[in-house]
Antibody, heavy 127, light 110 residues
Framework: VQLVESGGGLVQPGGSLRLSCAAS????????MSWVRQAPGKGLQWVAN????????YYVDSVKGRFTISRDNAKNSLYLQMNSLRAEDTAVYYC?????????????????????WGQGTTVTVSS | NFMLTQPHSVSESPGKTVTISCTGS????????VQWYQQRPGSAPTTVIY?????PSGVPDRFSGSIDSSSNSASLTISGLKTEDEADYYC?????????FGGGTKLTVL
């Protein structure tokens, strides 16, 4: 079971970048998937996740309207399109597998955490 | 917005027991599961506790998790501390279609 991110790099403020995450060793199409980031010297921040068939996507407020999460189940791949990048988006971006989400009346879903993580790809936004 | 608050740092001696707290800002922390992740410098996080108190295979039983509804908090307890336990620990839960992490706690074993 493995997740391998790619696509990070140096980009100017206002620029765009597309991250990819290649999954192997499990049935990718049966899992929700997430992106999590970690700014230098800071804690973990969830960025977005996507349902198995791509029909539902959710984002942290700070990236709504700028980032788009998507997936291609035929290619066992997860993506994060990042537009209008800001200095505060500088971080290591991790791809992670969500163990399970089960619909719940009060909170939307019962969430069972993340059980597989990639090694991360570094995004630096600077002029 | 729902938030999880952790102490910035804790320290304890080898062989001792340490508890790291994770307090929910509102509602009931028991309304969704709490996970705990360990992150060593330069590495990706790994799960030490999921579904409040379950240990993944390979995680020693020195690690345990619990929920206290009266204080709206979760706790990670590590007993028989080893130097290899020195790391950052993050709690995580879920609310209103959002995954939430605590700010992280740096555990020093000295």
């Amino acid at each position: 079971v493995q997740l391998v991110e790619s696509g990070g790099g140096l980009v100017q403020p206002g620029g765009s970048l597309r991250l990819s995450c290649a999954a192997s060793g499990f049935t990718f199409s049966t899992y929700w998937m997430s992106w999590v980031r970690q700014a230098p010297g800071k804690g973990l921040q969830w960025v977005a996740n996507i349902k198995q068939d791509g029909s539902e996507t959710y984002y942290v407020d700070s990236v709504k309207g700028r980032f788009t999460i998507s997936r291609d189940n035929a290619k066992n791949s997860l993506y994060l399109q990042m537009n209008s990048l800001r200095a505060e988006d500088t971080a290591v971006y991790y791809c992670a597998r969500d163990r399970q989400l089960v619909p719940a009346a009060m909170t939307g879903y019962y969430y069972y955490g993340m059980d597989v993580w990639g090694q991360g790809t570094t995004v630096t936004v600077s002029s | 917005n729902f938030m999880l608050t952790q102490p910035h740092s804790v320290s304890e001696s080898p062989g001792k027991t340490v508890t790291i707290s994770c307090t929910g800002s509102s509602g009931s922390i028991a309304s969704n599961y709490v996970q705990w992740y360990q992150q060593r410098p330069g590495s990706a996080p790994t799960t030490v506790i999921y579904e409040d108190n379950q240990r993944p295979s390979g995680v020693p039983d020195r690690f345990s998790g619990s929920i206290d509804s009266s204080s709206n908090s979760a706790s990670l307890t590590i007993s028989g501390l080893k130097t290899e336990d020195e790391a950052d620990y993050y709690c995580q839960s879920y609310d209103s279609s959002t995954v939430v992490f605590g700010g992280g706690t740096k555990l020093t074993v000295l």
